[in-house]
């Protein structure tokens, strides 16, 4: 009896020495397709750190249609780590919030986004409709689901990338202007996310044509298998970026600077973007891009900077209240 | 409707009048009987099933998988928090606030009564987005929580918050008609004897509220459950963290994970056939103490 007591406090001193590695939690707030992605990559990461420094991760993922997400960082959310749909989103957790210094995009390479996705189709089995190209989807007994841009930033992908083929392809803005209205009337629901809008599609059996992430349309393909839908590349589509940050105000004040900028600078790492293709995502290291060619297929792409001028400008003019989004939808 | 329900439980059943509604023709009778059968089946019994024919469509083994999840099971774990604290302190609040309006007279009654009923009139989503507001990082205290390290909203603090605030009514409503129809009779006799307040409390008004009390509970906790609009605003939607039961469903059936997001939904749905039951035999046992 005696000996226990005197063992019991060696004991802990023992544990105590001998575990020195602390289990530090990141949150990590995203939109809405990505939850594969990170569901994979946070296993990885947690491996990765604990190997190196013998800590132990947790992430905790919050997921939703991205502009609530942003919307909820600014309201107090406290995320280490945001990886949202686009870069607009994460300039409001600067302007409004100040969370992070405005020259964010600059801190990580490839304008801080570690993988790129662009925007295709997603059609049933068969593709009764026949849809080949954009110009399809405005046609009229065509119908098509796609999100709400005024919420999700996946919609407004969409139809940016929309924009752009008409612009191209059937000659300047006022073109796509026509073209863009005509589409949005073959739309029978508005969902708020991007993974809605699959849902709408995949288990309600709504629509002809989905416009989604090539990332998500792969996964619908990998989950339902591809007897039951169909991918169709159109000749034009967007490069699609979604950046990622650390947010400085949240980590400085929970001491997770460190863990959470290693986190994302993982992202660009061999194992990083083996994960990044395997769920779907286009890479960006060569390796890995090599590795998956065979998976992303070749198509021409616009960006969003030398298309429209960056996300602050395109911003303004389609998706801000009285923007050309607007002109559409209420004149419907 | 609860106070109908309530105002029946306070009274005795009316004198039987002549039945005439049994009296009309054959074909009404059974149209409309017919009608209210189809209606339940296809309203409250199909869907009923649905739950648990999906849920169970990949057997007990990926039932149970899916409940024994630590997500969801943490998702279990606040939604009893949140029931756990939000209707013992609207218990406290409804039987205080409908004391009050029931048995004195003072300046404010109707306002106070309106603001009762406030929870009910507006939709739920404002009242998340209210906290929001008061208690958002932009917000009135956001500020001074953040500098305090206080956790409101996107943590269980704000969940339980926003249950309160949504179930609020649910106790007040019921007892409010229920003790204004007893009157304040017993109590004055009581006082008289020479009972303190508390005895006469205790003693006289507790046991006269005590079915509709009950049943007040029950309605409550079965809201508390269930809410979702309120709670998911104020949630952040942190996986294992700040889900309930119904923004784990969510979540699960966004991931196209029917099996899972139906089993956590038929947990939720046998809590609510749990509380009928409970409810029911309230009723029973009350008929049967009218006896």
């Known amino acids: 009896m005696k000996s226990k007591n005197f063992l019991l406090p060696l004991l802990g001193l023992a544990l105590a020495a001998a575990s020195p590695a602390r289990t530090v939690e990141l949150l990590n707030v995203s939109y809405d397709p990505t939850r594969e992605l990170y569901a994979d990559f946070n296993k990885a990461f947690g491996a ?6 013998g800590d132990t991760v947790v992430v905790k993922q919050s997921h939703g249609g991205y502009g609530k997400q942003a919307r909820s960082v600014i309201d107090g959310l406290p995320a280490d780590v945001v990886t949202l749909a686009l870069a607009a989103d994460i300039d409001a957790l600067s302007a409004n ?42 046609k009229p007994g065509v119908s098509v ?53 699959t849902t709408t599609f995949v288990q309600r059996e709504i629509g002809d044509v989905a416009i989604s992430w090539e990332n998500e349309a792969f996964f619908v393909l990998k989950e339902f298998g591809s007897d039951h839908y169909e991918i169709v590349v159109p000749s034009l589509s967007i ?79 389609h998706f801000a209240d009285g923007g050309i989004f607007d002109e559409i939808y209420t004149k419907k | 409707m609860a106070a109908i329900v309530a105002n029946s439980l306070g009274s005795q059943p009316p004198p039987t009048a002549a039945p005439r509604a049994t009296h009309d023709p054959f074909w009404v009778r059974w149209t409309l009987t017919a009608v209210a059968l189809l209606f339940v089946l296809f309203f409250l019994v199909l869907p009923l ?40 302190a609207n218990v406290v609040f409804g039987v205080a606030a409908s004391w009050a309006i029931a048995k004195f007279h003072f300046r404010g009654k109707s306002l106070l009564t309106t603001l009762i009923d406030l929870p009910f009139a507006v ?33 269980v603090p704000g969940i339980v918050l926003a249950t309160t605030f949504i179930t609020f009514p649910f106790v007040a409503r019921e007892l409010i008609p229920l003790m204004q129809s007893q009157g304040s009779d017993e109590e004055y006799a009581a006082i008289t004897l020479g009972a303190s307040g508390w005895q006469t409390f205790w003693r006289v008004t507790v046991p006269n509220i005590k079915w509709g009390l009950l049943y007040g509970i029950i309605l409550c906790n079965a809201r508390a459950m269930g809410e979702f609009g309120a709670v998911s605003v104020v949630s952040g939607h942190i996986r294992g963290e700040t889900n309930t039961m119904p923004l784990h469903v969510e979540i699960l059936y966004n991931e196209f994970n029917s099996v899972a997001a139906f089993a956590v939904a038929s947990l939720l749905a046998l809590l ?8 029911a035999f309230i009723e029973w046992r009350h008929a049967a103490s009218r006896r």
């Open chain 1, 48 to 53: 990765y750190w604990k190997a190196k420094t």
């Open chain 1, 97 to 138: 919030a100040k969370l992070i210094p405005p020259d964010w995009q600059k801190r990580l390479p490839q304008n801080s986004t570690p993988y790129t996705s662009t925007i295709v189709f997603l059609v049933r089995k068969g593709n009764p409709k026949g849809i080949k190209d954009w110009d399809d989807l405005a």
């Open chain 1, 145 to 197: 689901i796609t999100p709400n841009p005024k919420t999700s930033g996946g919609a407004r992908w969409n139809y940016l990338a929309a924009w752009a083929y008409a612009k191209h392809r059937q000659g300047g803005d006022a073109a796509a202007k026509k073209f863009i209205n005509a589409l949005y009337k073959n739309v029978p629901v508005l969902d708020s996310g991007a993974r809605g809008s």
């Open chain 1, 239 to 317: 490069l699609t970026e979604p950046p990622v940050t650390v947010v400085d105000k949240v980590v400085r004040k929970k001491g997770t600077a460190e863990v959470a900028r290693a986190y994302l600078e993982y992202l660009y790492s061999e194992e990083g973007q083996d994960i990044v293709g395997r769920n779907f995502y286009r890479p960006r290291s060569p390796a890995a891009v090599a590795k998956y060619a065979k998976v992303f297929p070749q198509l021409e792409l616009v960006t969003i900077d030398s298309e429209f001028g960056g996300w602050a400008r395109a911003q303004q003019t």
């Open chain 2, 49 to 88: 099933a649905a739950v648990f024919t999906e849920a169970l469509r990949k057997g007990v083994g990926a039932y149970f998988a899916a409940v024994r999840d630590p997500d969801a099971i943490a998702s279990i774990k606040l939604t009893l928090i949140a029931a756990g604290i939000a209707v013992p």
């Open chain 2, 123 to 155: 939709s739920p989503v404002i009242s998340g987005l209210i906290f929001v507001l008061v208690f958002g990082l932009q917000g009135w205290f956001g500020g001074w929580l953040a500098e305090h390290d206080l956790k409101v909203i996107f943590a």
């Open chain 2, 272 to 279: 609510a056939i749990f509380t009928l039951v409970l409810k």
